[in-house]
Structures are given as structure tokens and as C-alpha cells.
């Protein structure tokens, strides 16, 4: 098989980075996980912090046995799959390849493209500059929106309203925009329970 096709099967995937560090956002804040940052996005976020992993083309194409050796160098067995935007590419063996040596599986999506692979956790973070596909809907264990735009709050709301019954509901303050709106969200979330805050942490303590 070709590389293309190995990717398209989801044998092989373009890695832009993989670290062990502490999950500093969302449900899982302040858990050691590993992350494998996927290359490729076509989401386009103008405050995007990643911008470098939107061309996938650019970045080391690596089977998911290799993926997989790498998380287990780590005493840690929560592993984070984020981008680039991760659901362009088939997660079922990767996914699979994990699970099976005990990990447990999250995702960071935007949920762009169809949902594909076996998580444990799905944490959806939708994006004003591509619609989500219907399929993250049922399968979001958290609702992440990330707040940069007064107008975000309507646009999480309209979220909100189509996630599953038992999706968590977060916001989070964009980095550079925390000064304007963390005092917003505390405000918004103290009328309206049903939402949690979340916070960089990972930034506050100057880790990846
Ligand atoms: S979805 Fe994520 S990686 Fe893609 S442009 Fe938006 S913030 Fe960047």
C-alpha cells in the first residue's frame, strides 16, 4: 500500500508532536496525559495557537505501532488525541492499538469531520469557521466552547441546546482574551449552572 493509503486506512498518521505533559483544560485538568498532536486542519480559527499544524503534508507520516511505543515509554495511561483537527484522518486502529494496551482515549475535535474511533472521553469544540458534522452530536462527553467573541455565548448556547443530555457544558476564556472575558463567564455561568468554567491551566504553568 501506498503511504496515502495507509493514512486513508488509518494504519499510518502525519504526527506533529507527541509529549507527556498534565492535561491543563476541560474534565481532566491536572491529569498526566500523552499527546499526540495530528498534523492537518482545515478549520482555519483566527486566534488558532497551532497554526503550523494545519498543512499535514508537512509533518513525519508514522505507523500507529510506532504512535503507540511512544505513549508507552510513559508511566501514564491517559492519552490525548488532538490537532490539526483529528477527525480528517479513520481513529479506529489507533484507538483500537491503545485501548488494547490499557490506555484510556480522549479527544480535543472541533468535530468537523464524521466521528471515527473508540474514546473514552470526547471533549467537542466547535468552531465558528466550519460547521460540525451531526455525529459529534451524540458521542460529546464535554462541550468546550472557547469564548473570544461576545457573540460566542449565543453561538454556545446553539451548541448547547443539540449535544446529548449528558455532555458537560464548559467555557473557556481564548488565552489572549482572558482579561475581557473571564469576568463575563463568571458572571454568565453563576445565572446559567448548568455551565463550568475551564482555564488554561497548561499556560499558567508554562507547560506544553
Ligand atoms: S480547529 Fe484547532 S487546530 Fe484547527 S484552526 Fe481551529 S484551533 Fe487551530
Known amino acids: 500500500m501506498t503511504t496515502q493509503e495507509l493514512v486513508a486506512t488509518g494504519q499510518q498518521l502525519p504526527v506533529m508532536e507527541a509529549f507527556y505533559t498534565i492535561q491543563g483544560e476541560g474534565r481532566f485538568t491536572g491529569h498526566p496525559a500523552y499527546f499526540i498532536r495530528l498534523g492537518g486542519c482545515d478549520v482555519g480559527c483566527v486566534w488558532c495557537d497551532v497554526k503550523e499544524s494545519w498543512e499535514a503534508?508537512?509533518?513525519?507520516v508514522i505507523s500507529i505501532d510506532e504512535i503507540v511505543e511512544g505513549a508507552l515509554a510513559y508511566p501514564g495511561r491517559l492519552v490525548v488525541i488532538t490537532g490539526g483537527e483529528p477527525l480528517i484522518y479513520n481513529l479506529f486502529?489507533?484507538?483500537q492499538l491503545l485501548k488494547e494496551k490499557?490506555?484510556?482515549?480522549?479527544i480535543e475535535t472541533s468535530g468537523a469531520h464524521p466521528f471515527s474511533g473508540e474514546f473514552d472521553w470526547v471533549c467537542f469544540s466547535p468552531k465558528?469557521?466550519?460547521k460540525p458534522h451531526p455525529s459529534i452530536y451524540q458521542v460529546a462527553n464535554e462541550l468546550k466552547v472557547v469564548i473570544y467573541h461576545a457573540s460566542d455565548f449565543e453561538f454556545a448556547e446553539e451548541h448547547a441546546a443539540q449535544v446529548n443530555p449528558t455532555c458537560e457544558l464548559r467555557l473557556q476564556p481564548e488565552?489572549?482574551?482572558a482579561d475581557r472575558f473571564t469576568s463575563e463567564?463568571?458572571?454568565?455561568?453563576?445565572?446559567r449552572p448548568a455551565w463550568k468554567i475551564s482555564l488554561q491551566t497548561h499556560k499558567f504553568m508554562d507547560i506544553p
Open 175 to 177: 488565552w489572549s482574551k
Open 128 to 130: 465558528k469557521f466550519k
Open 57 to 60: 503534508a508537512k509533518w513525519p
Open 185 to 191: 463567564i463568571i458572571e454568565y455561568i453563576k445565572k
Open 102 to 106: 490499557g490506555f484510556s482515549t480522549h
Open 93 to 95: 486502529p489507533l484507538t
